[in-house]
């Protein structure tokens, strides 16, 4: 299994940007995928998760400014940002499990990670 994140950079506030994550050789049919952050000294924390029957969960944070989806199915994830704070800046991660239980999971139990995307949003 192999996700790659793309579209990371950095912008001023108030901007936007729509971050990519492209997904390989994940064949589970009910799954969880879902966007984390980490700012240094910061754990690391979830963004918004989407479930095999495209159920979607925004952190508070982000609720209204952040949008979770795919496209062909699970091959591609994608986070929609706008209205981008300081408060944003983080490596940005994408993350996908196998999942059967309803409402994805917001911790880090997922198997699989890409390496990150740098977010960073001046003011």
């Known amino acids: 299994v192999q996700l790659v994140e793309s579209g990371g950079g950095s912008v001023q506030t108030g901007g936007s940007l729509k971050l990519s994550c492209a997904v390989s050789?994940?064949?589970?049919?009910?799954?969880?995928m879902g966007w984390f952050r980490q700012a240094p000294g910061v754990e690391r924390e979830v963004v918004a998760t989407i479930g095999s029957n495209g159920s979607t969960r925004i952190a508070d944070g982000v609720k209204g400014r952040f949008t979770i989806s795919q496209e062909n199915g699970k091959n591609t994830l994608y986070l929609q940002m706008n209205d981008l704070k300081p408060e944003d800046t983080a490596m940005y991660y994408c993350?996908?499990?196998?999942?059967?239980?309803?409402?994805?999971?917001?911790?880090?139990?997922?198997?699989?990670w890409g390496q990150g995307t740098q977010v960073t949003v001046s003011s």
């Open positions: 050789g994940f064949t589970y049919n009910r799954y969880c």
């Open positions: 993350a996908a499990r196998s999942w059967y239980f309803g409402t994805c999971p917001t911790s880090g139990s997922y198997a699989y």
